[in-house]
């Protein structure tokens, strides 16, 4: 179950109870005869899990709601996604239960939903379950009328009553015969429901008129500082997400203001979770969270917008301070998403579960079975003095290194998660040799381990590719690419770009479709498709210079302003306004474990702006912050993302054009300079004399005439359009990029 800004205490409850439950259900209890039911036809992984359940499970659409209407019947809906720990705890408990399927399919329509297909649904009816329990998480358990208004809602319910709190089995009893027998009061109380998710769907319309200046920034900062974990790292006192949204905002503060503790937060976090169990130290990629304060046992899904943001915060980073630790955990990053997590065609697929089975052949998934260790399978590899030496690096236990209160379900007893417990020094210390075999040591160490590994029952993969998700990793691939100058890097984000132009976008309409499996391309996009897209394709021409990445993101952006925007409230509704079934056009007003849509559209208006020099951009990137203003300046930091859109727009942002072949020795030291540099308030072009020049002209047409000075790669630095004068000089265009002073007057 994922939880963020969410209540504590509800998931407490509910990981208990399930723990409980679990080890009754799953053992004690035969299993259910197979059957198939109309989840069979689905091509979503997670709804497909469901398709031998007994219950009469229906997707979301005309069928399900046409049969509630019409047989007066309520609605459960049942939100999850298929590297879901606790949903995969619920299906088993409850779903595959004949008798609880029995009352299921008599007196409810069910319906099964995909978030990450369809996350318009889910956050409609997630805003309902945080206001009514104060907390949530998935699978979140919704009960609607037949019209679609919640009137109970709910995470994890385990099967049975425990504690004096109902399970799924009573409760399904007790909302059918209050439908029966007091219907009146029920759609009283979702029509009250519904009328506090319509007040949550505009939250931009309760922040017009605020000022917005650095003031703003420096609070968010002060916030973000008052929740670090100086001991640890990372932010809050309790389990540990990576959230690279602040992340992001700090290294900008940094930038801007030279405040040294927003680096260092950056720094003491990333390190800790490079060090910790969170971080896969065999594979690379990180794990979804984890569950203690101290990045030690993680919840073990591996997400693949997890990656792409965490890659990203490394690689900036490094661009700051040229610790090649940090370089080389960006780099194993994608190198997993590119190993393990890309589709045949070049789209980058979802996720990996957090469990699987621990042998060919067991009975049932254990979560993180693919990843732990006893001690004596290190042992078994490695050889006992090589074992030992590993086990003192990692914090392996003959006992195993996992907390009885941090493994609920006992699934983990005896093993080791790995985390980095001392230094490649520090140990070279102790067994008395140099730091350099020690380091070598491990490195063969891990590739043994790997191995070893590999022939362990895999994962299940989510293998759909969502175009949001694609748009992010698209930016980390470039932002790599632009940063480390390695080609693979740059062809993986070419790749994934071609794969969505050809298999999810419709040229003729310029529309996206969200999702693509198995040849099939399915669900209108959503807010978030175009602008994480539109972000990676920027991105994209930063780093390959082809003009038509550029082109197809000022085009998604004039579809994006027609599809979404708020011309009454400002900012962007997450999806069309032809959308079906959907009671509330919601508005993201949250940077969480992904950033907010129009954190991201406000970015990319004002990148966009500099390109093409559309006012009207900046302007409706002004009415996203102006909207925002209330949420932005609450306390916690509910907005970092925006607030790096607020940064940008109260910057003097460096507009750095050069005029050079791209093949070019000169040329690409240039545009060296600038990615080795972190500038975040920036945009980069690259003019070559020929058609993409022409093609740039035609959005800002004083870039028409420009061109090489004698020759040579030349650099026309500009700071809020104010420009230095053009210059072939390496030396002088570093000074200027960094702010060491303008030109004086003569050319170099």
């Known amino acids: 179950m994922v939880v963020e800004r969410l209540g504590r205490n509800l998931l407490a409850g509910c990981l208990a109870a399930a723990a409980a439950a679990t080890s009754v259900t799953l053992a004690g209890q035969a299993p259910a005869p197979r059957s198939s039911n109309r989840l069979i036809h689905e091509k979503s992984p997670y709804l497909r899990l469901h398709a031998h359940n007994p219950v009469d499970w229906f997707t979301w659409g005309d069928e399900a709601i046409a049969k509630a209407r019409r047989e007066n019947k309520p609605i459960f809906l049942s939100v999850g996604y298929s590297t879901c720990h606790w949903c995969h705890v619920m299906e088993a408990e409850?779903?595959?239960?004949?008798?609880?399927?029995?009352?299921?399919?008599?007196?409810?329509?069910?319906?099964?939903?995909?978030?990450?297909?369809?996350?318009?649904?889910?956050?409609?009816?997630?805003?309902?379950?945080?206001?009514?329990?104060?907390?949530?998480?998935?699978?979140?358990?919704?009960?609607?009328?037949?019209?679609?208004?919640?009137?109970?809602?709910?995470?994890?319910?385990?099967?049975?009553?425990?504690?004096?709190?109902?399970?799924?089995?009573?409760?399904?009893?007790?909302?059918?015969?209050?439908?029966?027998?007091?219907?009146?009061?029920?759609?009283?109380?979702?029509?009250?429901?519904?009328?506090?998710?319509?007040?949550?769907?505009?939250?931009?319309?309760?922040g017009s008129g605020r000022p917005l200046d650095v003031r703003v920034l420096q609070k968010i900062y002060e916030d973000i500082k008052s929740s670090y974990d100086s001991s640890e790292g990372g932010f809050g006192a309790g389990p540990k997400f990576p959230r690279p949204v602040l992340l992001n905002f700090l290294l900008r503060h940094f930038a801007r203001t030279g405040d040294r503790p927003a680096l260092d937060m950056t720094l003491g976090t990333l390190r800790a979770m490079s060090r910790g169990g969170i971080h896969d130290h065999l594979g690379g990629g990180f794990h979804r969270y984890t569950t203690d304060r101290n990045w030690q046992v993680p919840h073990f899904e591996k997400m693949v917008y997890d990656q792409a943001q965490v890659a990203v915060s490394f690689i900036e980073a490094y661009q700051l301070t040229k610790d090649p630790a940090l370089a080389g955990v960006a780099r194993a990053t994608l190198d997993y998403v590119h190993r393990d997590l890309r589709g045949a065609e070049g789209g980058f697929l979802s996720a990996e579960d957090a469990d699987s089975l621990p042998a060919a052949g067991a009975a049932r998934a254990a979560e993180g079975a693919f990843y732990v260790w006893t001690h004596a399978e290190l042992r078994a590899t490695l050889g006992d003095a090589v074992a030992e030496i590993f086990s003192h690096h990692y914090g392996v236990l003959p006992s195993g290194n996992v907390p009885a209160k941090l493994d609920l379900e006992g699934e983990l007893k005896g093993r080791n998660v790995l985390v980095v417990r001392h230094t490649p020094a520090e140990t070279a210390a102790k067994f008395k040799r140099s730091e350099g075999d020690v380091r070598a040591l491990l490195d063969r160490?891990?590739?043994?381990?790997?191995?070893?590994?590999?022939?362990?029952?895999?994962?299940?993969?989510?293998?759909?590719?969502?175009?949001?998700?694609?748009?992010?990793?698209?930016?980390?691939?470039?932002?790599?690419?632009?940063?480390?100058?390695?080609?693979?890097?740059?062809?993986?984000?070419?790749?994934?770009?071609?794969?969505?132009?050809?298999?999810?976008?419709?040229?003729?309409?310029?529309?996206?479709?969200?999702?693509?499996?198995?040849?099939?391309?399915?669900?209108?996009?959503?807010?978030?498709?175009?602008?994480?897209?539109?972000?990676?394709?920027?991105?994209?021409?930063?780093?390959?210079?082809?003009?038509?990445?550029?082109?197809?993101?000022?085009?998604?952006?004039?579809?994006?302003?027609?599809?979404?925007?708020?011309?009454?409230?400002?900012?962007?509704?997450?999806?069309?306004?032809?959308?079906?079934?959907?009671?509330?056009?919601?508005?993201?007003?949250?940077?969480?474990?992904?950033?907010?849509?129009?954190?991201?559209?406000?970015?990319?208006?004002?990148r966009l702006w500099q390109v093409t020099d559309r006012k009207a951009w900046r302007v409706k990137a002004e009415a996203i912050l102006a909207a925002q203003a209330v949420q932005l300046s609450r306390p916690g930091a509910l907005l970092p993302q925006l607030a790096v859109a607020l940064n940008f727009a109260l910057s003097k942002p460096k507009q750095i054009v050069i005029a050079g072949d791209p093949a070019a020795a000169d040329t690409r030291a240039m545009l060296r300079l600038v990615h080795d540099r972190f500038i975040p308030n920036k945009i980069l072009l690259l003019l070559d004399g020929g058609a993409a020049q022409q093609q740039i002209a035609e959005w800002l047409p004083f870039v028409a005439n420009i061109d090489r000075r004698d020759g040579k790669a030349t650099a026309y630095i500009c700071e809020n359009y104010v420009c230095n004068l053009p210059t072939t000089d390496p030396q002088t265009a570093a000074r200027l990029l960094d702010g060491k002073g303008a030109l004086d007057g003569k050319e170099r």
């Open 445 to 606: 160490a891990r590739e043994k381990l790997a191995d070893v590994r590999a022939a362990r029952p895999r994962p299940p993969r989510d293998d759909k590719v969502i175009v949001a998700w694609n748009g992010l990793v698209l930016s980390a691939f470039a932002r790599a690419a632009q940063v480390f100058d390695e080609p693979r890097y740059l062809d993986g984000a070419r790749a994934a770009a071609r794969f969505i132009e050809t298999r999810m976008y419709d040229p003729t309409s310029n529309l996206l479709k969200r999702r693509y499996r198995d040849d099939d391309v399915d669900i209108d996009g959503m807010l978030e498709d175009y602008a994480f897209l539109i972000q990676g394709l920027l991105d994209l021409y930063e780093a390959s210079f082809e003009v038509k990445w550029l082109s197809w993101a000022i085009a998604l952006q004039g579809r994006q302003d027609q599809l979404f925007w708020d011309a009454a409230g400002g900012g962007y509704f997450s999806t069309r306004e032809d959308a079906a079934h959907i009671i509330a056009r919601m508005k993201d007003d949250y940077d969480g474990a992904e950033p907010s849509a129009n954190s991201v559209a406000a970015m990319n208006l004002l």
């Open 94 to 206: 409850s779903f595959a239960d004949p008798a609880i399927a029995e009352v299921m399919n008599r007196f409810f329509v069910s319906i099964k939903v995909d978030r990450e297909e369809r996350p318009d649904i889910d956050r409609v009816y997630m805003a309902y379950v945080l206001a009514s329990t104060g907390g949530g998480g998935w699978p979140m358990s919704v009960f609607l009328t037949p019209d679609l208004k919640p009137f109970f809602g709910d995470t994890y319910i385990p099967p049975d009553d425990r504690g004096g709190i109902a399970g799924f089995r009573t409760l399904i009893q007790r909302i059918a015969e209050r439908w029966a027998k007091d219907r009146d009061k029920v759609l009283e109380n979702a029509n009250r429901a519904t009328r506090i998710i319509e007040t949550q769907a505009n939250p931009g319309a309760r």
